[in-house]
């Protein structure tokens, strides 16, 4: 999945749904379902080429879900993510290597959430292992920042800048390989999301500071309403709230009309 011309205010918008574990085999097949035909309804989104479409729908399932899932999304412009990889394969028992994922159609990759580096004690160390590795196999990772607690924009983007940074040992030509995340730990669940002020100033700040530019999302507690006060978002990591796949409709209705009414993602120039 290439991420090349995003970032300059006239690249897509990214629209991303992770289910975590919240839903059961049949379950996920049944959403899966449902996104393909919210996807299919509305052809604003493009064509079956996901480079194509202004709005860059994907999705994240569970492992086990991965390949029908590629399966039902066949022939639709939706990207398929896994939640988490390997740094390689071989004497790994119960991990799942990303070589294995571009085999299953998968296009981008989680790595670095808050969860599994609070769970599964996963370092900038091992994040960076992971991304090298997701890049290696020809994955997008899905590289996933933000601060624990809550600080001002400025410390924040700080925090999120070096994390960026670690992942990808400094090497400019891995961060042009990225699509960020910034997921403030702080909101991640929680009833409301992060103050949208907040967000864009924090967003602001870390696209100043990364070169070269990549596509910048805003996740934790994202749902519908939010994505038109984010004018300095490329776009948004839904949770638990497009579960109900009516709210990722809503969602992907506000980025088309903010694509038909000209407004171009990351607008410098829109106020929260």
Known sequence: MSTSGSSTGNGPRYIGV???MYLGYQESLRWLSEV???VDDRPGL??????????RVFVIPSFPVLEPAARILAGSPVLLGAQNCAWGDGPLTGEVSPGMLAELGVSLVEIGHAERRRLF?????????KVRAAVDHSLTPLLCIGEPDRLDAGAAATFCVEQARAA???DPALL???VLAYEPVWAIGAQEPAPPHHVNAVLAQIRAALEPACPLIYGGS???GLLPR???ADGLFLGRFAHDTANLGHVLDEALRLRQAGVPANSSSSRS
Do not use: F, Y
Request: charge should be negative; aromatic fraction near 0%.
């Open 18 to 20: 992770s289910t975590k």
């Open 36 to 38: 393909r035909s919210i």
């Open 46 to 55: 493009g064509t079956d080429s996901a480079a194509e479409s202004p709005v």
């Open 121 to 129: 004690g996963e370092d900038d160390a091992v994040v960076a292992r």
């Open 168 to 170: 990808t040992d400094g």
């Open 176 to 178: 042009n390989r990225l």
């Open 222 to 224: 994202a749902g519908p």
């Open 230 to 232: 984010l004018p300095a």
